[in-house]
């Protein structure tokens, strides 16, 4: 099969989907849950459907967004049915009094703690702040993350532990 016979919204997926993953990576903050949604898409378009897709992309991921609203919906909905079963059964030994937020004080010093970390990244070098941020917080690997800044791995390393060391340094543990 030559590139003619495909189709142009599963070509679009075969090129975007590495974009696709590490889109959804962030958002369900699972490597696994996105690698599952991104195979349930390629599900979704196979075969493809027959009304022409004027973008192809935007089409990709309002599809899976849909898909990860449905699966958090399901979740929520599966925690609420067994919620409701354990009260009509009545405690069990299993059953502990769990908050679901942390107390103040630990929120506050969280907060506290956030600062400092965003006070240390804001006055790293500029290469070192971008390197750490695609890594730390876009959830890029050294290798994405070193051609994304056109720079070699081996600099992105060095920029990340520098990040790190000077956090730790600043912040502590």
Same mark, same amino acid.
């Not at 016979?5 to 679009?12: F, G, N, T």
């Not at 299993?94 to 630990?106: H, S, Y």
């Not at 907060?111 to 006070?119: C, G, K, S, T, Y």
């Given at each position: 099969?030559?590139d003619s016979?495909?189709?142009?919204?599963?070509?679009?997926y075969l090129?975007?989907?590495?974009e696709?993953?590490?889109?959804f990576?962030v958002?369900?903050? !699972? =490597?696994?849950a996105? &690698?599952?949604?991104?195979?349930?898409?390629y599900?979704k378009?196979?075969?493809?459907?027959?009304?022409?897709?004027?973008?192809?992309a935007?089409?990709?991921?309002?599809? /899976? !967004?849909?898909?990860?609203?449905?699966?958090?919906?399901?979740?929520?909905?599966a925690?609420q049915?067994d919620? &409701?079963w354990?009260?009509?059964s009545?405690?069990?030994a299993?059953?502990?009094?769990?908050?679901? =937020?942390?107390?103040?004080?630990?929120a506050?010093?969280a907060?506290?703690?956030?600062?400092?970390?965003?006070?240390v990244v804001?006055?790293?070098?500029?290469?070192? &702040? =971008?390197?750490?941020r695609?890594?730390?917080?876009? /959830?890029?690997?050294?290798?994405?993350?070193?051609?994304a800044?056109g720079? !070699?791995?081996?600099?992105? =390393?060095?920029?990340?532990?520098?990040s790190?060391?000077r956090?730790l340094?600043?912040?502590g543990?």
């Open positions: 099969m030559d016979d495909v189709h142009p919204l599963l070509a679009c090129e975007r989907r590495d696709l993953v590490r889109y990576r958002r369900l903050r !699972s =490597e696994e996105a &690698q599952d949604l991104v195979q349930d898409i599900l378009i196979t075969p493809p459907p027959v009304a022409p897709i004027d973008n192809p935007a089409y990709l991921y309002r599809l /899976g !967004s849909n898909l990860m609203l449905d699966r958090i919906k399901t979740q929520r909905r925690g049915r919620a &409701q354990r009260g009509a009545g405690p069990s299993t059953d502990w009094e769990t908050a679901d =937020e942390p107390r103040a004080d630990d506050l010093a907060r506290q703690r956030l600062a400092q970390i965003v006070a804001n006055d790293l070098p500029p290469a070192v &702040q =971008e390197a750490f695609l890594h730390k917080l876009e /959830g890029l690997n050294h290798a994405e993350t070193a051609a800044m720079v !070699s791995r081996s600099s992105v =390393e060095k920029y990340i532990m520098t790190l060391k956090i340094a600043k912040v543990r």
